[in-house]
């Protein structure tokens, strides 16, 4: 069976196995996403919302596709 590392916390785990590929765990993938947003928008990594989460992918995915608020 192919084994493969969390990229966050460098576990490895067994991919059919969990939901948050190609996270270990929702926590790992939130901490994944945090780093991410942290690199733009300096905010807390694991404490954001589902809510904020959200806003701010979108607000990444416009930066990303060349719009901007400012
Ligand atoms: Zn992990």
């Not at 785990?13 to 948050?20: A, D, E, F, G, T």
Request: charged letters at 35%; glycine letters at 4%.
């Amino acid at each position: 069976m192919r084994k493969t590392k969390c990229p966050t916390c460098k576990k490895q785990m067994i991919p059919h196995k969990q939901s948050y590929r190609p996270f270990c765990s929702e926590r790992c993938k939130e901490i994944d996403l945090g780093h991410w947003f942290m690199e733009d928008y300096s905010v807390p990594a694991v404490e954001i919302t589902t809510e904020e989460q959200e806003i701010l992918i979108s607000e990444i995915e416009k930066k990303g596709r060349g719009f901007s608020n400012d």
